[in-house]
């Protein structure tokens, strides 16, 4: 069922034992701007999106560190060295 905001204020327990039926939504000016679902529905929406979160490279790496400590495992990391550049190398021989 559809509601605007005013009705849903009026009849709140109405709307709210409509849920169970259906999802709510609610209206502002024939605007959605708000939709009242059932706990349940809501937890597996919550789960759904955090399986589907792209994991960000600061996290794989504090997942990565959590996972070296629980397996008492050290990671080492070599010291850095240079490395040639030829793109360097070339702009050295430009002359402006």
Known sequence: MNWRIAEAKQRFSELI????????????QNQLVAVVVKAEMFEEFLVWRKQHEKMS??????????????????????????????????????SV
């Open 17 to 28: 034992n409509a849920v169970t039926k259906e999802p709510q939504r609610i209206y502002n």
């Open 57 to 94: 490279l600061a996290d794989a790496f504090k997942e990565l560190r959590q996972i070296a400590a629980e397996e008492d495992y050290i990671l080492e990391v070599p010291s850095r060295q240079d490395r040639p550049s030829p793109f360097a190398d070339a702009i050295d021989d430009f």
